[in-house]
């Protein structure tokens, strides 16, 4: 009867947290907040009032209600804790993260210490930093000053799926991946723009989305390992300084992928050579200013989910083909810039119905015939100088 009743009282209990809550937040979370905060406040220039003016020293105040904290509303854990810009005028220069900081919340799912001078980290070895962390999902680190020094301090984290690591210094640490990103098995999204990043991500298969903008490759991608990311569904490489031709780099294995930024690097080679036509989910596909040429090709006709082509400002040339006429799918075609020549109707697109936006501006080789074409003229187009009416 007794262990009846047990059972009973604490089947009681649930349904009431769940019914109605917890009513503060966890003594160990609300300690923890104010230690963080005592932190700020020792490496802020200033002692500013309004940086976390509701966390307050006082057991009646629920920090579950405090200015950046988010939790969860059966149990009253922290899940969420948005710290970015937390260090607005920092006395000290550069600034070590204390991972012990974090230890009292283990239900944490999403953290952001974006903006705050961060450089490195430092691990205490009695809760061995990180570690207690073993639900966090998001980790946004971006505008610090981390090197590759910080990856060892992310190899606990199992459960993230994105991570954030933009506008860091990275760079050609990332070699040594294995040592921290490699253990983060569960990673969907990894965002590395502007890092000075040229290599080592090979072992990250498992990554669906991948932002290497604003990096240094000062050459051919092959060195990033990206065809062994065989379930990416977006690659942002725009503004890398690429500048070789992209056949036999491994983009026509990335079967899965359904956006591609490479505009503004010095790419060269043909589009029919680049692999491109092989990727039958592309969605979006950016191309802008780099040093393709020859002829657009009709293998792109494949591409059957297609809205977004960007060619412009390339050494594209000849004829534009009427098999323009056959993307269906396509929202935007921007074609502006380049060598094509010849005679082009745009009755070629009259069967699109999808098409809203059309640039072929620049090419001034080309002559646009317009006779029989939508009879409302409800799309954004720009022609050419030169057109036949």
């Keep these: 009867m007794g262990r009846l009743l047990m059972k009973l009282s604490l089947w009681f209990a649930i349904v009431l947290i769940q019914t109605y809550g917890y009513k503060g937040c966890l003594e160990k979370e609300r300690i923890g907040l104010l230690e963080f905060k005592s932190f700020i406040k020792s ?8 940086i976390f003016i509701s966390w307050v020293d006082d057991k009646t105040s629920d920090c579950c209600g405090w200015e950046r904290v988010k939790c969860n509303a059966a149990t009253g854990r922290v899940i969420e804790l948005s710290l970015n810009s937390s260090v607005q ?45 073993k639900r966090l999902k998001f980790l946004d680190l971006a505008f610090n000053f981390f090197n590759a020094s910080l990856l060892p301090c992310l190899n606990t984290l199992t459960s993230l799926t994105t991570l954030n690591l933009g506008s860091n210094s990275m760079g050609e640490g990332l070699t040594l991946a ?8 569960n990673l969907k999204t990894l965002y590395l723009r502007h890092n000075l990043v040229s290599q080592g991500f090979t072992n990250l298969t498992g990554l669906e989305v991948l932002d290497l903008g604003e990096n240094e490759i000062n050459g ?4 990033l390992g990206l065809a062994n990311l065989t379930n990416l569904k977006t690659l942002y490489l725009d503004y890398s300084q690429i500048n070789c031709s992209l056949a036999s780099q491994g983009f026509a294995n990335l079967k899965s992928l ?38 657009l090709p009709k293998c792109l006709t494949n591409l059957t989910y297609l809205k977004v082509l960007v060619l412009s400002s390339n050494q594209l040339n000849g004829y534009l083909p009427p098999s323009i006429g056959d993307m269906k799918s396509l929202e935007y075609l921007d074609l502006r810039e380049n060598n094509f020549e010849g005679l082009f109707s745009l009755s070629s697109l009259a069967n699109q119905s ?5 640039y072929l501006l620049g090419s001034t080789n080309i002559q646009v015939y317009v006779y029989f074409f939508w009879q409302a003229m409800t799309y954004d187009i720009i022609f050419p100088i030169n057109y036949v009416d």
């Design 354 to 358: 999808k098409l809203e936006e059309v």
């Design 220 to 223: 051919c991608p092959s060195s």
């Design 178 to 185: 294995k040592k921290g990103l490699a253990n983060l098995t």
């Design 258 to 295: 359904e956006i591609l930024d490479l505009g503004f690097n010095g790419i060269n080679g043909s589009l029919s050579s680049s692999g491109i036509c092989e990727l039958k989910n592309l969605v979006e596909v950016d191309l802008r200013r780099n040093n393709f040429d020859g002829q």
């Design 89 to 133: 005028f920092n006395k000290f220069g550069y600034l070590t993260l204390n991972l012990s900081l974090f230890h009292p919340f283990d239900e944490l799912l999403i953290l952001d210490l974006s903006s705050n001078f961060f450089q490195d980290c430092q691990e205490n070895k009695v809760y061995d930093g990180f570690r207690s962390l």
């Design 43 to 50: 490496v802020n220039l200033y002692d500013k009032e309004e």
